[in-house]
């Protein structure tokens, strides 16, 4: 095997773990906990692979659909609760209270506080982006949002929504939601179609079932595809997807590589550009 196929293979790897995370993270409640009793530190399980050795340590477990997690600089991490509740918690893996501040979640079926992601210029913004459900009357859509962290309160301060999905649907299924910042700074926002509005992801009229690019205060990159197309709408990057709530940028490439669920298994990875 030549050392460039060997580093592309490790590439590949690393992007399908951090894909992944998005999926175990959302099938599985039990991950991190939400009692101190819970924290005590756990034995650490090892699982051999062609690169090396993984070594998995559990830090706290209970919390109740652990949906996502973004780590702080000082270590400690934020971890969201699909219905509805932020934690802070320590490094040490001891949680926190549920933070106030939130937005109200329509929580239901697949749908809550979803995706985090820390700001590029986290440092000296603060900002933390998240992505949820949002009740709309009897309907509801994913909509994004940042805020920022007030540790001696245990509080968000400052929620700002940036963008919200159109249409709003009554469904409780597929919003995709995940988060990605580009190394340019452009933030994507995967989109479901909602389940039971499918025809429609191959429309440019609307928000489901696709990719959207955003710049970091919600407005719209001048240089997206669809920016002078009559009738289609501007935040769209790639269009015609069905749930993906796997995301991420490939270190080496800069490349966005995006997984998505299939009807009967046959998941997809595709690579956006």
């Keep these: 095997m030549s050392g460039r196929t ?3 293979r490790a590439q590949l790897l690393l992007l399908l ?3 992944l995370v998005g999926g175990t993270l959302l099938a599985r409640g039990p991950l991190l906990a939400a009692t101190p009793a819970a924290a005590a530190a756990q034995p650490e399980r090892r699982f051999p692979s062609q690169h090396g050795t993984l070594t998995v340590t559990e830090l706290t477990r209970g919390l109740e659909h652990p949906w996502s997690l973004a780590f702080l600089p000082d270590g400690d991490m934020l971890v969201s609760e699909r219905p509805g509740r932020l934690r802070l918690i320590g490094a040490d893996g001891r949680p926190g209270a549920p933070l106030a501040g939130l937005p ?4 239901e079926g697949q749908g809550g506080l979803l995706d985090l992601a820390l700001a590029p210029d986290y440092a000296r913004s603060g900002r ?3 992505s949820y459900s949002e009740p709309r009357g009897d309907k509801n859509g994913t909509a994004v949002a940042y ?5 001696e309160q245990g509080r968000l301060r400052g929620f ?3 963008f919200q999905q159109q249409p709003a649907v009554d469904s409780s299924a597929h919003f995709g ?4 910042f580009a190394p340019d700074g452009k933030l994507f926002v995967t989109l479901g179609e909602r389940a039971s509005e499918r025809e429609q992801a191959q429309t440019l009229d609307n928000d489901l079932g696709k990719l959207v690019r955003l710049n970091a ?3 719209v990159p001048a240089d997206n595809p669809f920016v002078h197309t009559p009738g289609a709408r501007p935040e769209i990057w790639s269009y015609g997807h069905r749930n993906p709530q796997g995301a991420a940028i490939n270190p080496a490439s800069g490349e966005l590589w995006i997984h998505e669920h299939g009807p009967k298994g046959g998941d997809e990875l595709n690579l956006v550009r």
Excluded: E, H, M, P
């Design 147 to 151: 805020a920022r962290l007030d540790r």
């Design 160 to 162: 700002t929504r940036i």
């Design 128 to 130: 933390i982006y998240f």
């Design 17 to 19: 773990l951090l894909l």
């Design 217 to 219: 205060d919600g407005t």
């Design 6 to 8: 060997a580093s592309r």
């Design 104 to 107: 109200a979640v329509a929580a």
């Design 177 to 180: 939601s995940r988060l990605v």
